[in-house]
């Protein structure tokens, strides 16, 4: 009888552990399934981000300051920007719209980042510099000539 218990003991035993290690890799598994699919997200959010960019770039094409306003209507938000300077005769309201809808799609799928937005620039603060509106509060001028 007692052949018989220490008999079962031992396969509970190895029931259990071969249970553990099979638990244990499918965990891991999880775990890189998990990475991969964060991975993707990221570059995903990573193509988004410069669509975005590359987009909200060709209305800021500007030959003067008298080009250049804020455009308070686009919240761009972080991480690019607070406000949309843009060249106020830039008509694409299609794309205006389109940049709105991709901000959404990347604070919904993108892990957002969080800086508080200075005061709106006042007109005296926007200018083209290098043939983009930019607020000249935070634009770096070269000095050099």
């Known amino acids: 009888m007692l052949k018989k218990i220490l008999i079962l003991l031992i396969l509970v035993i190895i029931v ?4 553990s290690n099979k638990a244990a890799q499918q965990g891991t598994e999880g775990v890189d ?3 991969q699919i964060e991975d993707f997200v990221q570059s995903e959010c990573k193509g988004l981000e410069v669509v975005i960019n590359s987009a909200i770039d060709e209305t800021r094409t500007c030959n003067s300051s008298s080009d250049c ?3 308070e209507s686009t919240y761009l938000g972080c991480p690019f920007g607070c406000r949309l300077i ?3 005769g830039y008509k694409n309201e299609e794309q205006i719209s389109l940049i ?3 901000i959404k799609q990347y604070n919904e799928k993108c892990s957002l ?3 508080k937005c200075d005061v709106a ?3 005296e603060d926007i200018e083209c510099v290098n043939n983009k509106c ?3 509060r935070y634009s770096i001028k070269d000095d050099l000539n």
């Open 16 to 19: 259990v552990v071969y249970s």
């Open 33 to 35: 399934d998990w990475f």
């Open 69 to 71: 306003f804020v455009d």
């Open 86 to 88: 843009r060249n106020n």
């Open 100 to 102: 709105k809808e991709q």
């Open 113 to 115: 980042c969080k800086y």
């Open 121 to 123: 620039p006042v007109p």
């Open 134 to 136: 930019v607020d000249n």
